[in-house]
């Protein structure tokens, strides 16, 4: 494993340290891990996310105005723990309650359950929502259903906006639901990521293969294929979207890095992805290129697609202000 | 069984987790995320790490430390302490799961200062109902239950056919270990693995085998008690 | 090699179609490969870079609002030729003359020259600012000087803020020289990368070591050193930068990701890095961590720092519109 | 020598840049970014790609493309428009030192629609001095110069001895192969190998090795003419 760390058990304390020394606009609590907005807005609705550390800039890099008011990253890969959560959500509650945005994962949903329970006993109004926008899951009663992945950021930015505009607690919340009803991804593997406290890579991939159904956490895919040019890659992910969410009317579109892959081979891919929607008679809108919701070192990438309503696209360009993302002040 | 002996099962469980870390966090990386292996030895360190200081002062509401051996606290506050420990370090789907089990297994102690092999058999049963309700697993779903139900399921059974401790719980840790096995052929549909529909065919589930370990440290010390 | 591309011949074409397709404050001529701003601003001095493609965000990623006027993205690692630099110049020509920002490889170097005197035939005057802030070179007579790397950011950004105030040719030109004047830096690999039309892998690296002072091409560095913890390649580079050029006062200070490299490592390389200049007496006043000139899919990171005055400070922070840094709009 | 040999040599040079292709790559990837083999490919093949619509308009003030075999144009004006679309094409550092060094043998060569020898020495030189003014470099600084400037000294002694053409000419490749191999022990102080300091020593330059290859390809399409 070849990693810039000092301890591989310092990773996410080290991160933090480092994060706070980057961004005057953050509060780090690098004991606790809890990262806040250094100002908060009283009256507003609080808006916290928290999950396994590696999926950098998620969620920590979109605390700040129009985002997130507080994010608690836990261990790699590994849900945070309640007591992070209370908390995040008691810093982050302005009298107005808090939406938890939760990636739909057994550990975090256990942790934030637990979380939101003790911020009731402690009068903190809380509305969770769930994240599961990953196609490649069967959401049956023979798993533990969808995955959370890059439409995170898609709910985490136009909550964000909903909340900084005044809107009430039920409100964000349906809003976050809806960004999520009408978000879909499909990611693909062309590497394995090495977890710093496994110190070798999660699993193997030979040179002609790629891992196709790939969620955020170096997990294998739900199945291997061939490697294929950008374009077959793009349309395979692309089906897998259209085929559970028929592409339609205007939408915002995340190509998205998984932590390993250069900008130009995202653009590349982009350019597939447009050309796919616009070969399905819809638009893309809005768009993000980059790594936003990543798996540690993994080379690869995820398409998220939401089909934008007027509403959410006013809420998507509204000003926001964090070290991941930025636009409008 | 008095306190000591839960402390000391605790001591076990952390140095058994360390010794399996390894091939707990290579489980994960199958089928999962390729942490199980060094979210539970933080857990149970942070056990031990917390059971240094001896007795917590007896008006702290925070969930107290396990406390070293010949401490005044009954096993039922020994066990669920370490379990609110459990969920305030772990984190992911086992800190919750296991730290759950210990508290309910506490819970089910009580403030008896003794603890009869009947108690445990209740204890264990109501902590592995626990996880059941939290989880909403059951066997067959490959995850911990699928060890820890038949270890409940066996040590009732040895109980009530009065066989003693030792015995009792040699037979609880080898059902855990046969339920963890045979996860290995199982299609996973809880937890992570699950989302690898028939991928996860064919790998032993990791809170299966670390449930095995737990079980069979509860052996371990009796067999030297 | 393993690729997220169709043809590896047209990668710089795919990744330019991309680019238009995502960002509608571009114009983009993929065929000549210039990258402009949809609108110019007449009467304004134009800022035009180039250079080798797999660098991104670098330059095309810089057009906009605050930044440059055009750009002109060569092959993988090749600059581009006189033509492209001609064709963006010319478009950035809004009467005022425009500004060269060049990167100092013998390549660039010759092709820029060219195109200033084509333009110069054409009634466009052209200053060029040669860009050499990497200490891992001697800057010497036996060498081609040194190179151009992470300042490239700073020159663009700050001599662009001036360009939009309004100033006057020569004095963004002295502006650009006196940020590159200011500015030094030094990379380090984990990993080599891969050129696409060369198929493999640059160089090959042992688990076990580093490659210390490394540029953007790919190329193996000045030294090779056993893998270190971040706290020691972090204290490697800034040694190097701090030998060359005392850290004092009030820096600007990029933590920059070669392409492959996580921000969860950027952040702990960064937070190693400030607290390094705090030893020093100095302070991080302005800071960016992210892969922002980077070399292909290479792992690895470096480090440029710029000795900021006020009026740099405040030209740093006047806002910017493109697609790779955007603040204030 | 008529414009149909300057023509033949430009395909005979597209023909080995392809040929050598990975080889050139290889050299560039020890010392320098991996992409002279893709660089010279690219310009000589787009050189070949503009012979294809035979003779430019005589009109047509952008360079002209390298015509076809029989096209009226002067030999010179087939070597400089070569030189104008390399660099047009190539880009890097390669692209203006050689499309430099064939537009100066090109204007050297004029519009004298037959060239001799003691012609061909002279644009020779005229060339690499051009490259020699462009980049700064001598012989000994490891880059394309030590081979190109032996080959010329070779030819023009050569020409001077009134050695015949092809013979000539297999003096001036061998001159430059020499050359060529002569840069691996040196360290580079031009171009990016000149980076890698020390480093940069038991490697042949790419540049030179390429001009050895363009040198020769003279002398094979004389062997055959
Ligand atoms: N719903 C569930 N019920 C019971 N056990 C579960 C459930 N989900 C996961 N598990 C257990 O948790 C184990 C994984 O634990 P761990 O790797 O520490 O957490 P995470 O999956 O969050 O990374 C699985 O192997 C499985 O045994
Ligand atoms: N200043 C110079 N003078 C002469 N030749 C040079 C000079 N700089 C570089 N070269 C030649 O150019 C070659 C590299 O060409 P190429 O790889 O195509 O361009 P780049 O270095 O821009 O990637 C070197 O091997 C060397 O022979
Ligand atoms: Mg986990
Ligand atoms: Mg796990
Ligand atoms: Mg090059
Ligand atoms: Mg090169």
Redesign the interface.
């Known amino acids: 494993m070849?990693?810039?760390?000092?301890?591989p058990g310092d990773?996410?304390a080290?991160?933090?340290?480092?994060?706070a020394?980057?961004h005057p606009g953050l509060r780090v609590d690098v004991a606790e891990r809890v990262v806040y907005r250094a100002t908060m807005t009283p009256g507003k609705v609080g808006l916290v996310s928290g999950g396994?550390?590696?999926h950098?800039?998620l969620h920590a890099?979109f605390v700040g105005y129009g985002m997130l008011d507080a994010a608690c990253p836990?261990?790699?890969?590994?849900?945070?723990?309640?007591?992070q959560i209370v908390q995040a959500t008691t810093a982050g509650h302005g009298g107005a309650g808090v939406v938890h945005i939760v990636k739909n994962?057994?550990?975090d949903v256990?942790?934030f359950e637990?979380a939101a329970e003790l911020c009731a006993e402690e009068g903190v109004e809380v509305a969770s929502v769930l994240v599961d926008d990953d196609v490649?899951?069967?959401d049956s009663?023979?798993?533990?259903g969808r995955?959370g992945t890059g439409a995170t950021l898609f709910v985490e930015k136009i909550a964000g906006a909903l909340a900084e505009a005044g809107a009430p607690l039920a409100e964000v919340a349906a809003t976050a639901q809806l960004v999520n009803g009408r978000s879909r991804s499909f990611g693909v593997a062309?590497?394995s990521c090495t977890?710093p406290?496994?110190g070798k890579a999660?699993?193997a991939l030979p040179?002609d293969q790629?891992e196709l159904g790939i969620?955020i956490?170096?997990?294998?895919g739900?199945?291997r294929a061939g490697?294929g040019?950008?374009?077959e890659?793009a349309g395979l992910a692309m089906d897998a979207v259209h085929g559970d969410l028929p592409l339609e009317g205007d939408l915002l579109v995340l190509v998205n890095g998984m932590?390993?892959?250069?900008?130009?081979?995202?653009?590349?891919?982009?350019?597939?992805v447009?050309a796919y929607i616009r070969g399905k008679g819809a638009r893309?809108s809005r768009?993000l290129?980059g790594?936003y919701v990543?798996s540690?070192?993994m080379?690869g990438?995820s398409v998220s697609v939401c089909r934008l309503t007027d509403e959410l696209e006013r809420l998507w360009d509204a000003p926001v202000?964090t070290?991941g993302l930025?636009?409008?002040? | 069984m008095d306190a000591a002996f839960f402390t000391a099962w605790l001591a076990e469980c952390a140095a058994v987790v360390a010794a399996h870390r390894d091939r707990l966090t290579e489980l994960d990386a199958a089928i999962g995320d390729a942490d199980h292996g060094a979210n539970l030895t933080r857990g149970f360190t942070a056990i031990q790490e917390a059971a240094v200081p001896a007795r917590a002062p007896a008006d702290d509401p925070t969930p107290t430390p396990a406390p070293t051996s010949g401490s005044p606290l009954p096993p039922g506050k020994v066990v669920s302490a370490a379990g609110s420990l459990l969920i305030r370090k772990v984190g992911g789907a086992s800190g919750p799961l296991y730290g759950t089990a210990l508290r309910s297994m506490g819970q089910a102690l009580g403030d008896a200062p003794q603890v009869s092999p009947a108690d445990l058999a209740t204890a264990l049963e109501a902590g592995v109902v626990a996880v059941e309700r939290l989880g909403k697993a059951a066997v067959g779903d490959k995850t911990m239950i699928d060890a820890l139900r038949p270890a409940a399921a066996a040590l009732a059974l040895a109980v009530q056919d009065g066989v003693k401790l030792e015995e009792a719980l040699d037979r609880a840790a080898a059902a855990a270990e046969a339920g963890a096995r045979a996860t290995a052929p199982l299609r996973a549909r809880k937890g992570r693995a699950s989302y690898l529909g028939e991928r996860s065919e064919g790998h032993e589930d990791p809170g299966a085998a670390s449930a095995a370990l737990l079980v069979r440290a509860l052996h371990t010390v009796a067999a030297r008690w």
Chains 1, 3 share one sequence.
């Open positions: 070849k990693k810039l760390l000092n301890d990773a996410v080290d991160a933090l340290a480092g994060l020394a980057a396994g550390s590696g950098e800039p890099g836990g261990e790699v890969f590994t849900s945070p723990v309640p007591d994962y057994t550990g256990l942790n637990l490649a899951v069967q009663l023979y798993t533990a995955r062309l590497s977890v406290s496994a999660t699993f040179a790629v969620g956490h170096g997990e294998p739900r199945s490697m040019t950008a374009r890659l932590g390993g892959t250069p900008l130009l081979e995202l653009y590349v891919i982009f350019a597939e447009e893309v768009s290129v790594s990543t540690l070192d080379q990438f202000e070290p930025r636009w409008g002040r």
